[in-house]
């Protein structure tokens, strides 16, 4: 019984790549898209009374408004992406001189604004530092990481990309990504995919893809995964024959 068990198991890990179709297209599940859960990110940050529109989308979008009328939509984008990577790593000089600078004594928000413009910087565009400076006189500086967050979600959005990452055991071939990304962009209903491959050999054969990041651009815990593992399969047979 052992054998047939170990074979029945095996075929099930083979099969499910054949079953890649049916297991990715599911037109039904959109609010599974991007557009779904920037609504609802929305809705998290509306204000109190029922507004539409949260602070830090009003403020973001105060932001990509002052980009356009500047003409710097793109130098902009790449000073958020910046400041983001940066707030989220940066070497330890970088932090040993801004962590100096923002612990000067009495110093004002408009003061802590300026020392992050100049330790931070330089800068491609002449509105973010302006934005910066803007948020401090505002009141709302602790939230400047939290708005180019929403910035970089809202531009994936607009442009129809979602993030994917697929665990397999071994590197996956052309022809296996090209479908996998055909399969998942219908299934999300987005234009494309930027998908993101991890070799796991502990998957032993198949793969897992992962999905649904709050951060677009920091792919860490996905809300929601298909695996097609071997892995998962002897897991699943281990169960059933207890």
Not at 7 to 18: D, F, R
Not at 24 to 46: C, D, H, I, Q, W
Request: charged letters at 20%; a positive charge; hydrophobic letters at 45%.
């Amino acid at each position: 019984m052992a054998p047939m068990r170990s074979a029945a198991v095996c075929l099930a890990a083979v099969g499910a790549w054949n079953l890649l179709s049916q297991a990715f297209v599911s037109p039904g599940l959109g609010k599974s898209s991007r557009a779904g859960r920037v609504a609802m990110r929305a809705a998290e940050n509306t204000a109190g009374g029922g507004y539409p529109r949260g602070p830090l989308v009003v403020y973001m979008n105060a932001l990509m408004d002052a980009a356009a009328k500047s003409s710097e939509s793109v130098v902009v984008t790449k000073d958020v992406m910046r400041y983001k990577k940066l707030s989220e790593s940066m070497d330890g000089d970088m932090k040993f001189e801004l962590t100096a600078a923002l612990n000067e004594p009495a110093i004002s928000l408009t003061g802590q604004a300026a020392a992050i413009v100049s330790v931070m910087g330089p800068w491609e565009s002449t509105v973010f530092p302006k934005f910066v400076t803007f948020l401090a006189k505002k009141r709302r500086i602790k939230q400047l990481r939290a708005i180019c967050e929403e910035y970089v979600s809202h531009l994936y959005h607009q442009q129809s990309i979602e993030p994917v990452t697929v665990f397999s055991a071994t590197q996956l071939t052309d022809e296996q990504v090209d479908k996998i990304k055909a399969k998942m962009a219908a299934k999300l209903q987005v234009r494309d995919i930027k998908l993101v491959q991890r070799v796991d050999m502990s998957l032993l054969s198949g793969f897992k893809i992962e999905w649904g990041y709050t951060d677009p651009e920091n792919p860490l815990v996905g809300a929601e995964s298909i695996d097609l593992s071997l892995k998962s399969a002897l897991e699943e047979a281990a169960i059933s024959a207890r």
